[in-house]
């Protein structure tokens, strides 16, 4: 159900990508609008992976470096037959964890020093077996292709707007084209927001999927319920110093704490995560 629904909601953004582009600017406006979504898919496919690692200072850890956490990973591979991906810690005392990477073969899951230090085996174990299903479904290749989308029409309606508040729309036809100026500009406001509640709707979905993925890799639904409950209460209380564009990477809202923030989170609540997986328990 949860793939049928990212589909769905997937085609709907992409039809409102290119309704957005023929109102701003007619049929060229729909092309414009599609090759600026392909070239921005295209570079975050590629880099999104080293530019989001880069960003919270993760560093590579090898089997050395840290035994514990590779045999988790390497065990939680073999069950999901994905190939063994890159491992990073984040060095700080917030307790979270994000998956990132093209595709399977090209994949990395970053943990934070503070959740290492916090859970138990098998509240870690819950922890990424969730990111490798992440991996293991192609999500992060979905997620990027669904915040550039989103982010093509953001941008669409910024043009729309500027024309319509400096007469971009108006002209000859004096009324007319005043009124077809106003339906832009109205539909400038709306369009970003029809996008943002598709993009955390898919986002939502992504997230209940990777949580019944773990549970069912680990074979213990009640390690992540744990996990979840611990991480939500760390976020609480000490906020990941995050991105609002990067926050839907991670397993809970970094922002949590910050109650504006966590209006559009592109997490589901966590009480909702954790009654499912104890009912799968």
Do not use: C
Not at 117 to 126: C, F, P, T, W
């Amino acid at each position: 159900m949860n793939y049928f629904k990212t589909t769905v909601l997937l085609i709907a953004l992409t039809l409102l990508l290119v309704w957005v582009g023929s109102m701003v600017g007619g049929r060229q406006g729909a092309t414009y609008a599609f090759a600026i979504a392909m070239g921005m898919n295209f570079f975050s496919y590629w880099f999104s992976d080293k530019i989001v690692l880069k960003m919270y200072g993760a560093k590579e850890v090898s089997e050395q470096d840290a035994p514990s956490l590779y045999e988790i990973v390497r065990e939680l591979v073999a069950r999901a037959g994905i190939p063994m991906p890159r491992v990073y810690i984040i060095p700080t005392n917030a307790m979270n964890a994000f998956a990132t990477g093209r595709n399977p073969h090209h994949a990395a899951v970053a943990v934070t020093e503070g959740m290492l230090n916090s859970l138990k085996r098998e509240e870690l174990q819950g922890v990424l077996g969730h990111e490798l299903s992440h991996v293991r479904n192609r999500d992060i290749l979905i997620s990027t292709i669904v915040a550039t989308i989103a982010g093509a029409i953001m941008m669409l309606a910024d043009m729309a707007r500027w024309a319509s508040l400096f007469g971009g729309y108006g002209g000859r036809d004096g009324e007319n084209n005043r009124g077809g100026g106003f339906a832009v500009l109205f539909l400038a406001i709306l369009a970003p927001i029809a996008a943002l509640l598709i993009q955390m709707a898919i986002s939502r979905s992504r997230e209940y999927a990777a949580d019944k993925g773990g549970a069912l890799l680990t074979g213990n639904p009640l390690g992540l319920a744990g996990a979840l409950e611990k991480l939500q209460q760390a976020a609480m209380a000490r906020p990941m110093d995050a991105g609002q564009t990067t926050a839907h990477l991670f397993i809970v809202n970094p922002l949590s704490g910050r109650s504006f923030a966590a209006i559009f989170s592109t997490h589901p609540p966590i009480e909702e995560r954790i009654k499912r997986l104890r009912a799968m328990a």
